[in-house]
C-alpha cells in the first residue's frame, strides 16, 4: 500500500453529498505524470498519485504485463526540429515556459510553470513514474484542493465518485495540449532532459527510454467502471480488489483519477507516444 496519498480516512457518507467544507484539504499529492510537461511525460506528470480502488461488480480487470525495459527504447524520441541555442540547465524555466504556454491556456499548467526548476523537477517525475512510484514531491502545485472520499453502505465501502471530478481539471489541461507541440518541444529540450537525468544518477542514463517505460506503464493500467470497492486499512484505505492493490502506484493512481478522466488521459498519451515515435 502506498504511504502518500490520496486514501486518507475521510469521514464515510451514505449518501454521494459534496465534501463538507471542515472536511479539511488534501495535503499530500501521493502521486503524480502524470509527470510533467514536454511531452509524452508531460501528459504522464499530470497524470500520477498513489492507489485506487477495484473495478465495478462482476468485472475481472486484467492486470498488464510488466513493460519492457526502457533499455530497449528507440532513440531519439521526437522530431527533427531547428537546432535552437539552449541555456544552461540552470536558466532553463523560461525557455520551457515560452514553449509550453502556448500549448494551453489551462490553469493548472500555470500553476506548474510558476514553479522553478522546471525540467529537473519533470525529469524526476518521469523517473519516478518509469519506475512504478509516484512523482508527489514534485508535483504538489497541481495537487486537487477537496480530499479523498468514499461512501459506506453497511460494512463495505467504495470511492465516492464525486471524488474523481476533483481530477477533472487536470484531464481537461491533458485534452486541450497539442500532441505535435509536445514533441517538438521535447526534441527542442532533449540535450537538458537528458542531462538532468544524468544528474540522477545515470551517468550512461538515456531519458528517451525512461519517457516510452512511463508511458507504457500508464497505457498499461485497466480501465475500470462502475463501483470501486476499497477497505481500511490501518491508516489509509486501499483496494479491495487483491489485483488492483497489486498495480504499481503510479498505476494505481491513475485509476483513482476515475475511468472518464483516464480515457483522456491514455488518448493524449498515445497521441504523444506517436508524435514522438514510440508504436503505440
Known amino acids: 500500500m502506498d504511504p502518500l496519498d490520496d486514501f486518507p480516512i ?24 502524470v509527470g510533467l510537461i514536454i511531452v509524452a511525460a508531460l501528459a504522464a506528470f499530470f497524470v500520477m498519485r498513489p492507489s485506487s480502488g477495484p473495478g465495478a ?31 544552461p540547465l540552470d536558466l532553463t524555466d ?5 514553449l509550453l504556454s502556448a500549448l494551453s491556456s489551462r490553469p493548472e499548467l ?11 523537477n519533470f525529469v524526476a517525475s518521469v523517473d519516478a513514474v518509469a519506475n512504478g512510484a509516484t512523482p508527489s514531491a514534485h508535483l504538489r502545485r497541481v495537487a486537487p484542493s477537496r480530499p479523498f472520499a468514499v461512501v459506506s453502505r453497511g460494512e463495505r465501502f467504495s470511492i465516492d465518485p464525486r471524488s474523481y471530478e476533483r481530477y477533472d481539471g487536470i484531464a481537461a489541461t491533458v485534452a486541450t495540449l497539442d500532441a505535435d507541440g509536445l514533441a517538438r518541444a521535447y526534441a527542442t529540450l ?41 477497505q481500511r486499512a490501518p491508516v489509509l484505505y486501499q483496494f479491495a480488489d487483491a489485483r488492483l492493490e497489486r498495480l504499481n502506484a503510479a498505476q494505481k493512481q491513475l485509476l483513482r483519477m476515475g475511468p472518464r478522466n483516464q480515457r483522456v488521459i491514455q488518448d493524449k498519451l498515445r497521441a504523444v507516444g506517436r508524435a514522438l515515435g514510440i508504436p503505440t
Not at 12 to 33: C, I
Not at 61 to 82: F, H, M, N, T
Open 94 to 98: 523560461s525557455i520551457v515556459r515560452e
Open 190 to 230: 532533449r540535450p537538458r532532459l537528458q542531462e538532468a537525468y544524468r544528474e540522477l544518477g545515470y551517468p550512461d542514463g538515456n531519458f528517451d527510454a525512461a519517457v516510452e517505460r512511463a508511458l507504457g506503464i500508464l497505457l498499461n493500467t485497466p480501465l475500470l467502471e462502475g463501483t470501486v470497492e476499497v
Open 57 to 87: 461488480a462482476g468485472t475481472d480487470p486484467a492486470i498488464p504485463a510488466k513493460p519492457r525495459d526502457a533499455s530497449q527504447a528507440r532513440g531519439p524520441l521526437g522530431p527533427a526540429v531547428e537546432p535552437r541555442e539552449l541555456p
Open 110 to 120: 500555470a500553476a506548474w510553470l510558476a514553479t522553478d526548476g522546471l525540467i529537473r
Open 10 to 33: 475521510a469521514p464515510e457518507r451514505d449518501t454521494l453529498a459534496p465534501p463538507r467544507p471542515d472536511e479539511g484539504n488534501w495535503r499530500v499529492w501521493g502521486v503524480a505524470a
